[in-house]
């Protein structure tokens, strides 16, 4: 998803033992982002960014409760132009905020144009932002979206009389992935807060058994605008079920298999084998997931070029050339495959290991999303032996949460936010996929998309990468609440810093969020400072 935040990127460590147990799914995720932006200085970093922090209340909920934390934000005074220009406010997800969060990408490349102020808040329990006594099971009951909604609150207040922000400069929220959920969801419960919002990949759907994400991923390695094609996926699923196979054999082929994919420890147990298909699965899911962006060490035509060349070696030859290359680009020295090193990991309460950020998403999926990664469909081309009951096990084993309360908690998130339909007015929800809807022109790269009549994710046409965008908003909800589908792109493309090999989709989705900022701040000159609709 959870998309959007900077990540730490994965380490390399000495020991095969010793290797961290995170999803490969998860360490693509962060070293696509370190890539894309950093976390530390960098030489071209402007001087006019600072790292600030602020005290905010442990549980903003119950004002007789004293405790507190600190939460890290960044700011970017280089483009600012008081007292009526915009603040862009940079929501962070789940994971480190560094300082490029505010001067690449967008919002930070948007501030020229309009002279904004442009800060990033670091989302609590993640990065630097983790209080005191660190992640224990009663102190992670202060970790939630609404929480986190309410630290967005505090701070627009706070940092307003920092830095001396006039009532009529307008407020605009930015995020993508989990943090395009919380951007679309503080427009929607602090509108008087938040004038507008860009939700750039946003799943704002919580849904408990996701099986929709690798309906994705299948049609895409079978789509050739993307580098795909029917042949591709099929070979794929045979190398999947080649591995299953063997891996339900005796002890010596376990061996070989173990040597071939370059799995850390022994395959004997059937725990560690299905911690061995979850990881490989993961691959593939990542490769899909960031295809083309800076950072990801494959795309889909680079995975299917791998799989088809060496069918002559057997299906599984390809998939092992595509473990090399993305264990040698995140620094591991095998594939983890331990069900128990996962498992402590996930219980490692320790402030160290937390800035991972592992042990905290996975307690929001249990407390909040779901959002559980299956393998149903007919066309999907992994293992079944990763289910739904067994992702629900997990958070019993570690959070104590049975999965009746875990349904239950996804539900009511969808009742609290509205799920697809979040009511919020001027929430500009931006996704990568292929058409759907009505495009401008017989050319047009760039979807408008018109109400569909049933579940948005039973309509997909070529060309859809990204798969998170079935948990977005994909029609437009109404005049001030727009729509956005570009073709091709991948998750939360648009937010990464601009290329020179971007697809014209992205360029052109660029320029449309560009288009609609216009319209809602030139509302803002109108409403804001005299009475009027917020």
């Not at 899911?285 to 083309?292: L, M």
């Amino acid at each position: 998803m959870a998309p959007a935040a900077l990540l730490l990127a994965p380490l390399l460590l000495a020991s095969l033992r010793d290797v961290s147990a995170g999803s490969l799914l998860s360490r693509l995720r962060d070293h696509v982002r370190e890539a894309q932006a950093g976390l530390g200085r960098s030489p071209g970093e402007p001087s006019s960014v600072t790292e600030g922090w602020l005290w905010q209340p442990l549980d903003p909920f119950n004002s007789s409760d004293g405790r507190s934390f600190r939460q890290r934000y960044w700011v970017n005074v280089g483009h600012w132009r008081p007292p009526r220009a915009p603040v862009f406010l940079h929501i962070g997800g789940e994971g480190s905020l560094g300082p490029s969060s505010v001067w690449k990408g967008h919002p930070g490349t948007l501030a020229a144009s309009w002279g904004a102020l442009v800060i990033s808040l670091e989302h609590r329990f993640y990065g630097q932002s983790i209080p005191p006594r660190g992640l224990d099971g009663a102190q992670l009951r202060f970790l939630s979206s609404r929480h986190a909604l309410a630290d967005v609150a505090s701070a627009r207040l706070r940092l307003s009389g920092i830095y001396n922000i006039s009532a009529s400069s307008p407020w605009i929220a930015f995020g993508g992935s989990y943090a395009g959920s919380l951007a679309a969801w503080a427009r929607l419960k602090y509108p008087h807060l938040i004038w507008a919002a860009v939700a750039s990949s946003a799943p704002v759907q919580a849904q408990l058994d996701f099986s929709g994400y690798n309906w994705v991923v299948s049609r895409s390695l079978a789509d050739p605008q993307v580098g795909g094609s029917p042949k591709c996926q099929r070979a794929m699923a045979q190398a999947f079920s080649e591995l299953d196979d063997r891996l339900s054999e005796g002890g010596e082929t376990r061996a070989v298999v173990q040597a071939e994919v370059r799995a850390c420890g022994s395959l004997e147990a059937p725990e560690d084998q299905a911690e061995l298909l979850e990881q490989l699965e993961g691959l593939v899911e990542g490769v899909v997931q960031y295809d083309q962006q800076a950072g990801a060490p494959l795309d889909v035509r680079g995975l299917c070029h791998l799989v088809l060349a060496n069918q002559s070696r057997g299906p599984l030859s390809g998939l092992q050339d595509a473990i090399q290359l993305v264990l040698q680009t995140l620094g591991l020295p095998c594939l983890p495959s331990s069900k128990a090193a996962a498992l402590a990991e996930l219980k490692d309460t320790n402030p160290q290991a937390a800035s991972l950020g592992y042990r905290q998403w996975f307690y929001q999926t249990c407390t909040e999303f779901g959002y559980y990664i299956t393998c149903k469909d007919p066309s999907c081309p992994f293992s079944r032996r990763k289910t739904l009951s067994d992702q629900l096990q997990l958070c019993a084993q570690v959070f104590g949460l049975s999965p009746t309360s875990v349904a239950q908690a996804v539900n009511w998130t969808n009742t609290y936010y509205g799920g697809w339909s979040p009511g919020a007015t001027r929430v500009f929800f931006v996704n990568g996929k292929g058409w759907v809807g009505v495009p401008r022109g017989p050319h047009s790269q760039v979807s408008f998309t018109c109400p569909l009549s049933v579940f948005p994710f039973l309509f997909f046409f070529p060309g859809d990468i990204d798969p998170w965008h079935v948990l977005s908003v994909l029609q437009a909800l109404g005049p001030s609440e727009p729509a956005m589908l570009m073709r091709g792109t991948s998750h939360c493309s648009d937010m990464a810093p601009p290329q020179p090999s971007d697809p014209p989709s992205l360029y052109l989705g660029r320029q449309r969020i560009v288009q609609q900022l216009k319209i809602w701040l030139q509302e803002a000159k109108v409403n804001l400072g005299s009475p009027g609709d917020q």
